[in-house]
Structure formats: C-alpha cells, structure tokens
C-alpha cells in the first residue's frame, strides 16, 4: 500500500499544492524543493534541524518548549548547575547567581555521544524490562485467577459432597430409630389386641349363653345361670376398668435440629495476597556494580594529582553510585559534584549557612546534610542538584551517616544522635565521648553493624554496635575524617598530625601510610572510590592547600 503524500505547509497555506519531502523539526512544518531551497538560504533558519519527510511517518516533533513558570516563555536556556531548562525570565529571576548558563543549542553539542542519553537510554531500557515483566506477570496473574475459581469451585463442590454425604448418614440413623421404634409400638399395641380379643371373645360367650336360656331354658334354669354368671362379669369389669387407663395411643413424630438456622453460612470465600514478583530499581541506585570491587587491602598509595578549590574547605566527601564525589564545602556554604578526576561538574549554594557533613540515602537519589550552627539536617537531591525538606535536631551535628530508615548525627559533646529519617523523630542518644564527633561511618562485622566515630576533641576513634554495645576505641592526635576498604580496615585523617593512619579493623595495629611529605596539609575528609582503586583527601591547610589530593590505590 502507497505511503501516503504530505503536502507541503507553506504552500498550503499559499493555496498552493507541492508534496512536501524535507521535514522542519523546529518549525513543525513539511517543505518541498522550493521552500527547503529557501527555508536554508534566510539566515534566521539556517540553522533550523531538516530530516526527509518519511521519517515523520508514526512519529512527532512535537516538544514542549513553554516555560512551566513563566506563560508565555519558551525554554531558550540551560543552567548546569541546576541541570535544568529555563527561560529568559528564570534566568532573570531565580538563576542570576548560577555559574554556567549557556543557550539550548550550545548546551546541547554532542549530546548523540553524552552521558545523558547513555543514561537515559540505560533507565528506559530498564524500565522497559521492568514493564514488560510487570505485564508478563500481570498476564500470568490473570490466568490464575481463572485457575483459582475452578479450584475454589470445585472445593465448594467438594465440600457440598461431604456434607451431603454426612446428611446421607444422619437421615439414615433417622430412618432406622423409626424402624425400630416402629416395631416396639407394632409389638405393644400387637399384645394388646390380642389381650381385647380375647375379652371381647369371653364376653360374647356369656352374652350367647344369656340369650340362650332366655329364649330355651326355664325360669328356674335362666334364674341360676344369670347368679352364677354375674360374678365373672363383675370381674370382667373391674378387669378392663383396670386395664384402659393403662393403655396409651402411641404415634411416631420427628423433630428436626437446628441445623438451617445454626448454619448461616455455607462457608467464606477469601482473597489472599502475595507482593508482585516483579523487581524495578533505578539503575542509578543499582548495588550491583558493572566492574568486581577488588578485595585486596592497599599496599600504597600513589598521587596522581591535587584539585585545588578557589574558596573555602572541603569537610566530608560521599560516593555516588555511579562514582562522582559528592562534597560538602564549609566556608563557601556549597555541595559540589565532581567526576572520579576531581572535574567540577555542578554546585548548589545551601542558603541556611554553614554545612559539615554529606551522607547518601542508600536506595535513593537524596543525601543528608549537616548544618551544626542551625541545628538542622538538610535534605538535598542529588538528581536535580536541589534543596529539600529540613528537621529540626536537639544537637549542633557535625558528623553524619544513614543506617536503614534512621539518620545517625554526631554533636560537639560527644553524643550520637539516632533520627527517624520520615518523621524527625529522635530515637535515642548515645553517649560515646566528650568532644565533637566530626564524623560517622556506618560498617558491618561478621554479624553486626557497627558506626565508627572520629571524636576530635577527645583524640579518639570509636567502634560501637548500632544498639550503643563498645566494641573498642583507639587514641589518635586530633582524628577527622575516617574511611573503610573493602576488609573493614579504617583510615583515617590526622588534622594537626598529618597523617593518614590505617587502622585494622580488631584496632591492634596502627600505620602511618601518608604524611605531611606526600602532600597533607590538615586533612579532613577521606574517602574511596566505589572501586578502592582511588583515595581522595581533602587537605584544609592555609594558603594554596586547600583542595583534594587524588591517590591510586596499589
């Protein structure tokens, strides 16, 4: 069958009719020769995107360009810092602090090779999977309910077969205790005619006899018998006056139970329910990783480079599923995002003031952030770049960590702090030391997760259970930052010392792995990558060191 011809716009709407055979993407329009010929040669549509008209055919170009803010903008912008689209009037408005902002088309340069659509296409791949299994297992779900309703349908029947089998049985014992008691009331009443017969025949005979000398005998004769005989009737009568009152009249009835009325109902169909089979995480959130996490412990650590940071310090670093560093900038009040290279990718200015710590919410594409003076925990997207909800603490936290549905806060008097992620809720408090715990991370043992805690002003590194059990501590000059490798060993940061300590994981051995030499000036925060194939520490030191030292792990 012939496709079917699309004419071309402008000259429709000219009265004219030509076969349209290029497509503007940007216009929405069908061109044929001529009107391509000129649509390229005015200047201001040059650079409008053209495809063959066949292309169209089952599809559109149809995108939304309106600003959803401001009616009546169109979408001209990017803003990497927020990541997102916006007109002229946000750019005005709510992004004139923003430090990359560059037109669509510019933004939009190599976007067939970007991560984004790698990414975009990987989520709907994923989803695709994910709905095609949920319709799969919906289609199955279906079937099966078909399937349960003959199977219930057939045990109803069942158990109408039982019951009536039970009935049988019931009506049957009913059946013969009328037989028998039948026969019983058959052989009473059965003696007691035979006893009335013979009365009846005795007195028949005296009553013949009576007639007969009355109409055959003598006076004298008739005279003697009707004296003789009048005793035998006199017993006769005393005899059956003796015996009427005595006999009964017997019937058999039947009495039915209860039964209809106790059973008000013959039985009750029940819908029972089982979670869908069917699993969907964002591939973003995956645990599973695309490359083996190694499960040797570091011999060395090799530098590679430093990324120097124009104001500021960084106080705590967090890993991305996908392994970008996740940042907490104190004195410049910011959360930055930088790539495995320490290239800076997006920043997000926390309004509220000064920041300390960053932990991701497992699962999710939400991280935690500490504001100690505010005595808050700031939600914060890591999608959007965006600021979310806050919850009011009872504590100035520094440190922070995320076990479960609790957020695990550290104070400046040495008390861990349990929050109930949803509800704001405090759980309970710890009391694990004296001076600030700058910073938490959660572990597990063999058996039992545990949070190491760096109490700065105590000199200390803390191991506990969640449930508040001592596991051990161990003394160190003024520790900040700590870290775990794939063993469970700790590492952490000596800010007046610096030194990088690599603690194992019972706390019996204790080695200096970097110092002042290699490059540490105060340090702070450290952390591996998702891999342990990199070190990022984060030095605080005055002048030009400031920023994030970057170590291949050996």
């Not at 169209?56 to 997102?84: A, M, R, V, W």
């Not at 055959?216 to 059956?240: C, M, P, W, Y």
């Not at 043992?445 to 760096?454: F, Q, R, S």
Request: charged share 25%; hydrophobic share 35%.
């Amino acid at each position: 069958m012939a496709s079917k011809i699309v004419m071309c716009g402008p000259c429709s709407r000219l009265n004219k009719s030509s076969e349209g055979l290029k497509y503007c993407t940007d216009c929405e329009d069908a061109l044929c020769t001529d009107c391509t010929a000129l649509h390229s040669a005015v200047k201001l549509l040059a650079s409008h995107h053209l495809v063959d008209v066949s292309v169209t055919s089952g599809n559109t170009f149809n995108i939304k360009k309106d600003c959803n803010d401001h009616e009546g903008k169109y979408l001209e912008f990017f803003c990497s810092d927020h990541d997102c689209l916006i007109c002229r009037t946000c750019m005005a408005n709510t992004h004139r602090t923003c430090g990359k902002i560059q037109p669509i088309d510019v933004a939009a340069e190599g976007c067939r090779t970007s991560s984004m659509l790698e990414n975009v296409s990987k989520d709907i791949a994923s989803l695709l999977i994910s709905t095609k299994a949920l319709s799969e297992d919906r289609q199955k779900k279906k079937t099966s309910v078909g399937q349960s309703k003959a199977k219930v349908l057939k045990e109803i029947v069942k158990f109408r077969q039982k019951i009536n089998y039970h009935l049988d049985q019931l009506e049957n014992k009913c059946c013969s205790e009328v037989d028998i008691l039948e026969s019983t009331i058959s052989k009473t009443v059965g003696n007691e005619l035979s006893d009335a017969d013979k009365r009846q025949h005795i007195i028949q005979n005296i009553w013949e006899q009576v007639d007969f000398f009355t109409k055959h005998g003598s006076e004298s004769q008739l005279f003697i018998f009707l004296n003789t005989v009048k005793s035998d009737i006199s017993r006769q009568a005393v005899s059956l006056q003796d015996l009427i009152p005595s006999l009964e009249t017997n019937h058999i009835g039947f009495e039915p139970s209860n039964l209809i009325s106790v059973m008000k109902t013959f039985g009750s169909v029940k819908q029972t329910s089982i979670p869908c089979s069917v699993k969907y995480q964002h591939p973003k959130h995956m645990q599973a990783q695309t490359r083996t996490i190694p499960q040797k412990v570091p011999t060395k650590f090799e530098f590679e480079k430093k990324v120097n940071i124009s104001e500021g310090r960084i106080t705590c670093i967090a890993l991305t599923i996908d392994n970008k560093l996740l940042i907490c900038n104190d004195e410049a009040k910011q959360i930055s995002l930088m790539d495995e290279t320490g290239q800076h990718l997006k920043s997000c200015t926390v309004t509220d003031g000064y920041i300390w710590g960053i932990a991701i919410i497992p699962g999710t594409n939400e991280a935690i952030v500490t504001l100690p003076n505010d005595r808050k925990i700031q939600f914060f997207n890591i999608t959007n770049f965006t600021l979310g909800r806050q919850i009011h603490v009872n504590i100035n936290p520094y440190g922070v960590a995320v076990v479960k549905d609790n957020v695990i806060a550290g104070s400046v008097s040495g008390e861990v702090v349990f929050i109930e992620r949803v509800s704001g809720k405090c759980l309970k408090t710890l009391k694990v030391g004296i001076g600030q715990i700058l910073s938490i991370v959660p572990g597990v043992n063999d058996k039992d997760e545990l949070l190491y805690c760096c109490e700065t002003g105590g000199n200390m590194i803390i191991c506990l259970k969640v449930d508040g059990t001592y596991i051990f501590s161990k003394i160190l000059k003024e520790p900040v930052g700590v870290a775990l490798d794939s063993k469970g060993n700790l590492y952490v940061t000596g800010y007046r010392s610096n030194h990088l300590h690599r603690i194992s994981s019972d706390a019996k051995v204790d080695d200096i792995f970097l110092k002042g030499f290699d490059g540490l000036n105060q340090p702070l925060a450290v952390a591996f990558n998702k891999t342990f194939e990199k070190l990022y520490i984060s030095n605080g030191g005055p002048g030009n060191g400031k920023g994030v030292l970057i170590f291949n792990c050996k």
